[in-house]
């Protein structure tokens, strides 16, 4: 296990909180139905800075001059152990994961107010979770209490998950190395879907060839619900029923990735059900491919994060005015917002811990800049759906190739590889 890269973050988080003290629990266990729990899926952030995977814990950074990292967790207890399955308890926390003192979570209410006490500021995320909110606070006026005995309490409260997000946004070289699996296995996920996609298939049953996928090369499973959507399916953004028949001579749009150590991939594919791209599909996908490329050129170090959507609208636009969808001139209908019935939504987003990862698009009024280290998506589309402003044989094509990116100090990495191309996917799927 690399406690170094987790620890490091930590010195990083130390950097930014100077004197203060810092209080992130992780996520709550969540009952699915009477007696029946969710699958587990610790909080990212917490994740972040810990590398801890059991539920109940909370984690505290005491800055100062000799900063600490404290764990608060589940004791080891047999019984439990023996209905639930194995559990560090604070001992093995401590020995495990590289934190400076680990307590039973039970303590944490009595050890707080001792904690804060003396520190200038509390980094929380208030009104992240009412239940949190009311014991630090119960904490806090414990403290407040104990003026007259010469105790002070945080006077100011900082936004602890803003700061954490802001890091998150630049990878390093521990989250780069799991995102590049998650990305070879979902890249496998959607060339097994596409090699045994045939008409009369259910999507869902693309579906469970993706998720065999990934849980037999070691992913803990889907990152976030796929979608596979085919024929005018694929022009509803987030469809997830994925229940219905796929069509010969129909387009099947998968937008699917899976978890790594915590990570995503997110890749979408759109490719014809019987293997073959009609005329029709074939011009409109290969617009949509074109303004992907022209997405990508756009991305380097020190480019507007927005920069790779214009590249990619222009393209679009461009392609639609070919299709006789739109008229008028490029710079116009861009201006007027023409193309958003077709491409309503933004051309990519942060990926990492989170599928939509953490940090700002925009810094004060501008958009971020792209740093090397940092990940995106890149997700042009075209959405036409069956409309009486459509030309008859583009009617209900629904079509997103999306890709993954690293920001490098050359420009960008396309580290996904799902085939993508016309070519590419026809001789993939070429029954013959």
């Given at each position: ?10 010195r ?13 629990p ?6 699915r ?7 587990y ?16 814990a ?49 303590e ?15 980094w ?9 909110d ?7 006026n ?19 998950r ?29 060339v ?6 045939r ?49 010969d ?17 997110d ?8 293997g ?25 170090p ?7 959507h ?17 008229q ?50 890149v ?5 036409l ?7 008859e ?24 590889t ?15």
């Amino acid at each position: 296990m690399n406690t170094d890269a987790h620890a490091a973050r930590r010195r990083a988080l130390f950097d930014r909180i100077g004197d203060g003290i810092a209080i992130l629990p992780t996520a709550r266990e969540k009952t699915r139905n009477r007696d029946t729990h969710y699958p587990y899926r610790f909080d990212s952030d917490f994740w972040y800075l810990s590398n801890f995977p059991e539920p109940d814990a909370i984690l505290v950074l005491v800055g100062g001059t000799a900063p600490r990292t404290i764990l608060f967790c589940r004791e080891k207890d047999a019984e439990r152990e023996t209905w639930d399955g194995f559990r560090y308890g604070p001992a093995g926390a401590r020995e495990v994961f590289g934190v400076d003192e680990a307590y039973p979570c039970g303590e944490f209410d009595t050890r707080l107010p001792d904690l804060l006490a003396g520190h200038p500021s509390l980094w929380f995320t208030l009104g992240h979770d009412a239940g949190w909110d009311a014991r630090v606070t119960a904490a806090l006026n414990a403290v407040r209490a104990q003026r007259r005995a010469g105790k002070q309490a945080p006077t100011v409260l900082h936004d602890l998950r803003r700061e954490i997000e802001h890091l998150r946004r630049v990878k390093d070289t521990t989250e780069i190395g799991h995102m590049r699996r998650a990305a070879a296995i979902t890249s496998a996920g959607h060339v097994r879907a596409m090699q045994r996609c045939r008409p009369g298939l259910p999507e869902y049953a693309l579906e469970a060839e993706l998720s065999h996928e990934f849980r037999v090369s070691g992913a803990a499973g889907h990152a976030y619900p796929p979608i596979v959507a085919g024929g005018a399916g694929a022009c509803v953004l987030h469809y997830v029923n994925n229940d219905q028949t796929l069509a010969d001579g129909s387009l099947v749009l998968i937008d699917a990735g899976c978890e790594v150590e915590g990570y995503a991939a997110d890749i979408t594919r759109t490719f014809p059900v019987n293997g073959r791209f009609t005329s029709a599909q074939r011009d409109v996908y290969e617009i949509v491919l074109a303004a992907q490329a022209a997405a990508i050129a756009a991305l380097r170090p020190g480019a507007s994060f927005i920069d790779d959507h214009d590249a990619a609208v222009r393209v679009l636009v461009r392609g639609l005015v070919d299709l006789g969808i739109l008229q008028g001139d490029i710079d116009g209908l861009i201006e007027q917002n023409a193309y958003q019935p077709y491409y309503m939504h933004r051309t990519g987003h942060w990926l990492g811990l989170d599928v939509h990862d953490a940090g700002e698009y925009k810094d004060e009024d501008q958009w971020a800049r792209l740093e090397s280290g940092m990940v995106l998506t890149v997700e042009p589309g075209l959405y036409l759906r069956p409309d009486a402003a459509i030309p008859e044989a583009l009617r209900g094509i629904g079509i997103r190739i999306e890709d993954d990116v690293l920001i490098t100090d050359d420009g960008a990495d396309v580290y996904t590889t799902a085939p993508k191309t016309v070519a590419d996917i026809e001789a993939l799927m070429r029954h013959d």
